[in-house]
């Protein structure tokens, strides 16, 4: 089989003497890092920390972009003016790119977290915002999100590259967003069965919805959530399913 996939993470999640995850084992494993950059989780010290070992292993650095909300850990909706959203995403991307410079591991995309994330599916002004600012910041990075979204549609009007990605621990409508956060289904478990869904989600771009729908998922990379509970096992057995599948996974 002649498939590669990027297998990514949100990581760098850890903020002053409080910890998130486990990083270090993580990327290990993992090809792509979407790095907190201190809005919804993340401060200095834990950002070049998760550089440095994201450079140490050969792993993609990406900025982990988020509205302003460390209380709500970026999961609250938000109403931002189109403007403001696109002065804090071009902060975020300046805080984390001279930490991710002087660590030696640049940053070569940007993803969206939380709230930002799934606002900017269905908002056009919103995902126009984040757009703009990756642009102007930088054009020839990448920008991690749902495909066939607003925000898809926006990055590839912009001339962005847009790379679209999947979930393997999150439940899914039938319209292919994402089950809310707190609501059954929504975060799912059991190593054996996510590393099955990923190598289908790899292999044949489809995923069993909540209710039992079979939907097509178009998919260049993978996610783990690092907050997930057992995340480490989970992103050691996906790896090991897609590499026994045949599937190559490497950055994209």
Known sequence: MDRTIDLNSDLGESFGAWTMGDD??????????????????????????????????G???GAHVSYRDL?????????????????????????LAGVARVAGAPVTYVKPHGALYNRIVT?????????????????????????????????TSAGIRFV????????????????????????LSGDDA??????????EGRVTAADGTEIAVEVDSLCVHGDTPGAVAMAAAVRAALETAGVRVEAF
């Open 194 to 203: 996510i590393a099955q869904r990923a190598v289908r989600l790899a292999t």
């Open 123 to 155: 908002d056009p002004a919103q995902a126009e915002a984040v757009v703009r600012a990756v642009a102007a910041f930088d054009g020839g990075l990448a920008l991690l999100g749902l495909a066939g979204s607003a925000v898809d549609d926006a990055a």
């Open 71 to 95: 209380a709500g850990f970026g999961r609250r909706a938000m109403d931002v003016p189109a403007e403001e959203l696109y002065g804090d995403v071009l902060y975020q991307l300046a805080a």
């Open 24 to 57: 270090a084992a993580m990327l290990r494993l993992v090809t792509s890092a979407n790095v907190a950059c201190g809005f919804h989780a993340g401060d200095p010290v834990t950002m070049l920390g998760t550089c440095r070992i994201a450079a140490e292993n």
């Open 59 to 61: 792993v993609a650095v």
């Open 164 to 187: 679209r990605e999947a979930f393997v621990d999150r439940g899914y409508l039938a319209d292919g967003t994402l089950v809310q956060r707190g609501t059954p289904g929504a975060v």
